[in-house]
């Protein structure tokens, strides 16, 4: 069975969920942090795992 599970990214500025990602989580235990686009913020932001 994969150990990849389904997790959600959110604006760190909006709070929104704006992307979907996968993550190992035996491998990766940290939380993970990306900048992406927000189309609500119209900029790059950071955005961080978030609980389903």
Known sequence: MSQDRLIKLACSTCKRTNYWSSKNKKLVT????????CKWCKKKTKHKEAKK
């Open 30 to 37: 940290k939380k993970i942090e990306l900048n992406k686009f």
